[in-house]
């Protein structure tokens, strides 16, 4: 089966992006800027108000598929503050739908992580290589 590429994002309580990264292919590296991110931008945001409406119908943080748009499928986690994690796969990780959900849960924790450094401001852009590295370290370990 050929690599596939991933579209992460972390939207905040305005439903603004707070961070976002596509990632694919075996190295588990950050992809270049595609010709696709504003329509991933556009689906991610396009499946928040059934992110929304999943979320007063679950009790669980991890809520699965909430979406398809053509051959994009959005999975969405949570937290218990309001944020949502996306993210968008084309086909399921080799890990499955067990791999995705400890993608989205290793990458809440390290969120939480950043959130205990006073210099940053809940809800503004992560601008943090270190964060962007551990991301990727997850993604690697979790879903490539």
Known sequence: MASSNYYF????????????????????????????????????????DLVDEAMWRNTTTYLKQVDKFN???????????????????????????????????EVYETYVKLLLNPFYVPDKPIRSGAFDKKVQTIARKCIL
Request: a negative charge; glycine letters at 10%.
């Open 9 to 48: 994002v972390i939207v905040g309580h305005a439903d603004q992006v707070v961070y976002e990264v596509e990632l694919g292919g075996s190295t588990g590296q950050t992809v270049p800027a595609s010709d696709n991110r504003h329509l991933n931008q556009f689906i991610a945001h396009a499946a928040l």
């Open 71 to 105: 051959e994009w499928t959005v999975s969405a986690y949570v937290t218990a503050g309001g944020l949502r994690f996306l993210f968008l796969y084309e086909h399921l990780p080799r890990t499955g739908e067990d791999g995705l959900k400890n993608f989205l849960t």
